[in-house]
């Protein structure tokens, strides 16, 4: 399965409150979604957090990392084959979010093709152990006017209305274009 069409979509999610860290504040986070189409007409999903502080990068340099450098490298690559794909993207050692961006969308489009959950073609086990970690900062865990933690109101999912969230809180930016 060959590219036929890829775009990007970024998208930002805004806090309810601004958050304090020790060396910055931040009122959202950015996302850049990457789709990947197949001549097969398959459709391969990544996203990717483009935060200065976290990656040195912004949804629009993350775009146009991916339009110029990577989704050439890609093209009249059978997306299905991993060596092939692994073995296309090594020509650019640097930007390793734009590169698994690239990568994770393949795995996906290989889930498809084969039918089976991501987990299962990796190896993985159904049931894996989970440790998680609460914490609370004054201010941030009060109750919103739905009822729920505010803190879970600033969770990605904030703006899906499908799992709580109020889609207002999502603000949809530029989409980049390209044929495979």
Known sequence: M????WSTHAVRLSYPQAIHWASSEEDGADY?????????????????VAKVAWAAVTPRTLAVVL?????PLIRGVDLL??????????KISEHRLARSMIDVACWDLRSQAKGVPIWQLLGGDPEVPVSWTVMSCSGILKRTTTGRPAARAASPQAGDPAAGGSAA????????????
């Open 67 to 71: 339009e110029d450098l990577f989704i």
């Open 32 to 48: 850049l979604l990457l789709r990947l189409v197949t001549d097969d007409g398959l459709i391969g999903v990544a996203e990717g």
């Open 169 to 180: 809180t999502a603000r949809r930016l530029p989409v980049r274009h390209g044929a495979g």
């Open 2 to 5: 060959k590219l036929a069409d």
């Open 81 to 90: 084959d991993e060596t092939a794909v692994s073995r296309a993207l090594a």
